[in-house]
Nanobody, 125 residues
Framework: QVQLVESGGGSVQAGGSLKLSCAAS????????MGWYRQAPGRERESVSR???????TYADSVKGRFTLSQDNAKKNLYLQMDSLKPEDTAVYYC???????????????????WGQGTQVTVSS
């Protein structure tokens, strides 16, 4: 059984910082990619930042230069350092991972999407 557990959300004033963490537990044969998404009330869920299995990191234009994604070597922990926060960053932030969790198999990886429960980030002006 694989779980993603997020932490680090909270309330800050504009210009402040937060660091989100995502920990994956359970058996993971292969990690195909991991990232952070966010959803504000009344808006569609959007991608914030992702890292591929090859180590390529992408950011949404709205957070470039302010947010930094990092990952441990085992690819079971994902972090999002958020600096210079703005009120428009207010949202529920979700960790997502594309994982192959098959216990006994051979051949190429076959990944599916797993989601964390979300953590609230509130930025006040």
């Amino acid at each position: 059984q694989v779980q993603l557990v997020e932490s680090g959300g909270g309330s800050v004033q504009a210009g402040g910082s937060l660091k989100l963490s995502c920990a994956a537990s359970g058996y993971i044969r292969m990690t195909c990619g991991m990232g952070w998404y966010r959803q504000a009330p009344g808006r569609e869920r959007e991608s914030v930042s992702r890292v591929s299995n090859g180590g390529i990191t992408t950011y949404a234009d709205s957070v470039k230069g302010r947010f930094t994604l990092s990952q441990d070597n085992a690819k079971k922990n994902l972090y999002l350092q958020m600096d210079s926060l703005k009120p428009e960053d207010t949202a529920v932030y979700y960790c997502e991972a594309d994982l192959d969790t098959r216990l006994y198999t051979v051949g190429p990886p076959s990944c599916r999407s797993y989601w964390g429960q979300g953590t609230q980030v509130t930025v006040s002006s």
